[in-house]
């Protein structure tokens, strides 16, 4: 059998793992959701997730993988069999899903880093900015060529391999996504009038709390962990016994959940100080905050540097989700890398096609009341990741319970004070609390 390769270093699958769950989720969603949601009462009852169950999941998560040394499905057929694997199947499918309306997304943002260099961008009114970003969406032609090249981008780290394409890939995108985001922060801070963007970001509302809130929190955290569709399996299974695993596990949360809270801080002061409105939805940072560029010194360059970190973010996040379904065909179907990348990708580019006609073109045609491209949106990341992240849990509490035990303790030979506590939440907290959740969000319960 030949070995298994493995990362090169802890930095590098550290990177690679933050470099998955740093994203559109946080960079695009999570402003845009804690502005809708209510400012600060969303953010604490994100947090309150993420250092729950988010962090639980993300570390059984990286565990299977490292025990099974295997791609998300080989991994449960390996470590028990039975029906199990079909956690797996269903991690393969979500990540087709994902990508393809993900990659429509990512596109905009190389569009947009085109516009803001051209000076198309370079203007004050957000209604005519509105208009300038709803023409684009909806035009059956261009949004594709930009989710063509997107995915051409992901094939090529993803088809270099492991150690030379998504970990080296990672090393050079992630800092320049940090040194990105610092410099805007900075930026948006400093405006006046960026304290009440601030305030509203870091002061709870609760009078908008409902049941719809925490499960909008949940799936966000999935979501922007890259929990539930075995991207964590697949990069722990790349993972040496000589790793702290729980340490990395800890170091990926930390650093995805700091740069959400850093983009509510890039976007929301500049929102404010320009007085407009937070809850604008997911047009926030395709339309607002342009204008909110366009009243800056400098503003295109500002721009410009916003739709790159943008895009990087995506990128590394794109190549983890093609990653599943690769490793898999690789691992368990003997499909050389070139060609699993290759086929995989383009038939993402194609199921990406309907998701960007929904917003134009296709419009009129829904399903259960939704475009194609909010369908999918809602059949990934309400539904099968949060199922997902719960078949995890159950998974490590009650299958592998021994095994993981051991698996945490592989780098010193010490089972940790806390491995306790995370049994509990493994084995009842984080099942109940997500199938509780999503039966309230279901408006089942
Ligand atoms: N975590 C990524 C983001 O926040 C998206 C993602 C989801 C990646 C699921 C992998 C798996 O944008």
């Known amino acids: 059998m030949i070995k298994r390769e493995h990362w090169g270093s802890r930095l590098g699958f550290i990177l690679a793992a933050a470099g998955s769950a740093v994203g559109l989720g946080n960079i695009w969603k999570f402003p845009y959701m804690a502005g809708e949601n209510g400012g600060g009462a969303f953010l604490l ?11 639980s999941v993300m ?5 299977i993988g490292r ?5 998300a499905i080989g991994a449960f057929a390996k470590l028990k069999g039975g029906v199990w694997p079909l956690v797996g199947f269903c991690g393969v499918a979500a990540a087709f899903i994902i990508l393809s309306f993900y990659s429509v997304v990512a596109g905009w943002t190389i569009s947009y880093m085109v516009k803001s260099i051209t000076g198309a961008l370079a203007i004050e009114d957000p209604a005519a ?31 270099a391999g492991v150690g030379s394409g998504i970990e080296r890939a990672s090393k050079i995108l992630m800092p320049a996504l940090f040194a990105l985001l610092l410099i805007l922060i900075v930026r948006s801070v400093t405006l006046p009038g960026a304290g009440e963007g601030i305030a509203f970001l870091l002061s709870p509302d609760f009078s908008k709390v409902t049941w719809t809130t925490v499960s909008e929190a949940l799936s966000q955290a999935f979501f922007s962990l890259s929990l539930g569709m075995g991207a964590m399996i697949t990069y722990g299974s790349y993972l040496s016994k000589k790793e702290n695993i729980a340490s990395s596990a800890g ?14 801080l890039l976007i929301l002061p500049a929102v404010f100080a320009f007085g407009f409105d937070p809850s604008a939805g997911p047009g926030l940072t395709f339309i607002t905050l342009p204008a909110v560029f366009a009243h800056m010194p400098m503003g ?8 790159l970190l943008l895009g990087i973010a995506a990128l590394t996040s794109a190549v983890s989700i ?33 998701s960007s006609l929904s917003l134009g073109i296709m419009g009129e045609f829904t399903i259960f009341g939704l475009g194609f491209f909010d369908l999918m949106d809602y059949i990934s990341s309400k539904l099968l990741l949060p199922i997902g992240g719960l078949f995890i849990s159950l998974f490590v509490g009650w299958v592998v319970w021994g095994k993981a035990k051991e698996d945490i303790a592989a780098h010193n030979g010490v089972v940790p004070g806390w491995i306790n506590a995370w049994g ?5 907290i984080a099942p109940l609390a997500i199938a509780f959740i999503l039966l309230k969000g279901l408006g089942v319960l």
């Open 45 to 55: 009852i994100y947090l309150a997730l993420v250092f729950t169950i988010g962090l």
């Open 59 to 63: 570390l059984a998560e990286m565990v």
């Open 67 to 71: 025990m099974a040394e295997k791609n």
């Open 129 to 159: 900015l509105g208009s300038i970003f709803g023409g684009f969406i909806s035009d059956p032609v261009s949004p594709l060529i930009y989710h063509a090249l997107f995915m051409a981008l992901t094939i090529f780290v993803v088809l």
């Open 251 to 264: 170091w990926v949360t930390l650093l995805d959940t700091s740069v959400a809270v850093m983009a509510g």
């Open 300 to 307: 295109s360059v500002f721009a410009f540097m916003f739709f």
């Open 322 to 354: 093609l990653e599943v379904v690769v490793a898999y065909f690789v691992d368990d179907r003997g499909i050389s890398r070139k060609s699993a990348s290759i086929v995989v990708g383009v038939i993402i580019f194609l199921l990406g096609i309907p």
């Open 424 to 428: 509990i939440i493994v084995k009842f």
